[in-house]
């Protein structure tokens, strides 16, 4: 069965530091990889995904991530954290045949400092 | 375009009180999802439905939960005789076909927050 880990229930970084949020994925087959944000009392908002073009995924907001398949990750990362990034992060697998669901990680909190 | 909206946003009920949630997915998404969102659980899966069938209801944690799909658009999920555990975020989901393989996004709705006294 499939199944996605994220390190750390809890990150902080400074305002301008690099953020990175690590993603481990389990699974038998090609999946198809996402990352979602989720504000405070909002649902959940697609950051970008993987499926199966370009290792290499931008999204929006400035973030991207790296699909590698030889480590099983798919860690997302921004080169400068704003404020405006304070929310929580999940990742997601999304096997390509048969079930159609997405299995989340159990997210990552992602503080700013000023 | 419109997203997906949930109703109520918020809803309290007492224990043993049966509710209804209601989902209206983007026009023209033929797959709809239902998560639940709670603190002990994380994001689980409850089910999913392509059209008005529902091929995979694995996630529903027991027979007091039941959903469904009219139209080929609204879904309502059901939750009879509530108990307290059930407190929760309830998410609903669409994408365009959700067929195996495909490629296409689910987009969220902003949730129906249940709080079971």
């Known amino acids: 069965a499939q199944s996605v880990t994220q390190l750390g229930s809890h990150v902080s970084v400074s305002e301008g530091a690099l953020v990175l949020l690590r993603c481990n994925y389990s699974?038998?087959?090609?999946?198809?990889l996402f990352w979602y944000v989720q504000y405070p009392n909002q649902g959940l908002q697609l950051l970008l995904k993987y499926t199966s073009a370009a290792t290499l995924v931008k999204g929006i907001n400035g973030f991207e991530a790296e699909f590698k398949k030889s480590e099983t990750s798919f860690h997302l990362t921004k080169p400068s954290a704003h404020m405006s990034d304070a929310a929580e992060y999940f990742c997601?697998?999304?096997?390509?045949?048969?079930?159609?669901?997405?299995?989340f990680g159990q997210g990552t909190r992602l503080t700013i400092n000023p | 375009g419109a997203g997906v909206s949930q109703s109520p946003s918020n809803k309290v009920t007492e224990k043993g009180k049966d509710v209804e949630l209601r989902c209206d997915p983007i026009?023209?998404?033929?797959?709809l999802y239902w998560y639940r969102q709670s603190l002990g659980q994380g994001l689980e899966f409850l089910i999913y439905?392509?059209?008005?069938?529902?091929?995979?209801k694995s996630g529903l944690p027991s027979d007091r939960f039941s959903a469904e799909r009219t139209g080929g658009s609204v879904s309502t999920l059901t939750i009879q005789r509530t108990q307290q555990e059930d407190s929760a975020v309830y998410l609903c989901a669409s994408s365009l076909e959700g067929t195996s393989g495909s490629t296409d996004t689910q987009y969220f709705g902003p949730g129906t927050r249940l709080t079971v006294l």
């Open positions: 026009s023209g998404h033929t797959a």
């Open positions: 439905f392509q059209g008005n069938s529902a091929p995979d």
């Open positions: 699974s038998s087959v090609p999946p198809y």
């Open positions: 997601a697998v999304r096997i390509i045949q048969g079930a159609q669901k997405l299995v």
